[in-house]
């Protein structure tokens, strides 16, 4: 289950445990800008700090593929999902 970690106005960040995996998931609540990358950037650096973080990726989603990679995640292997759907896991480390 998705546990909110960090809520502000302009995003929340979850964690969720799953097979001893961490997954993160962010909801972004107002129009992107560069002052919401920037403080999303300070919360996740501050979150992530020393942790192995990983984040569910539609393949299909390149607007997705594109946040993820500007905050560091790397692919990591292709996964079918219980719902029969295709996804790709991403790590950060």
Not at 18 to 46: A, E, R, S
Not at 54 to 75: N, Q, R, V
Not at 78 to 88: A, C, F, V
Request: hydrophobic share 35%; with cysteine; glycine share 6%.
């Amino acid at each position: 289950m998705k546990q909110p970690v960090v809520s502000t106005d302009e995003f929340i960040i979850y964690l969720e445990e799953d097979n001893g995996f961490m997954f993160i998931h962010c909801d972004v609540l107002v129009k992107w800008t560069k002052q919401v990358k920037q403080h999303l950037m300070q919360k996740f650096t501050k979150l992530a700090d020393g942790k192995e973080l990983y984040a569910l990726h539609t393949p299909e989603d390149s607007k997705h593929e594109k946040f993820l990679k500007m905050y560091g995640f790397k692919y990591l292997q292709p996964l079918k999902g219980l719902d029969g759907n295709n996804y790709d896991i991403y790590v950060w480390r």
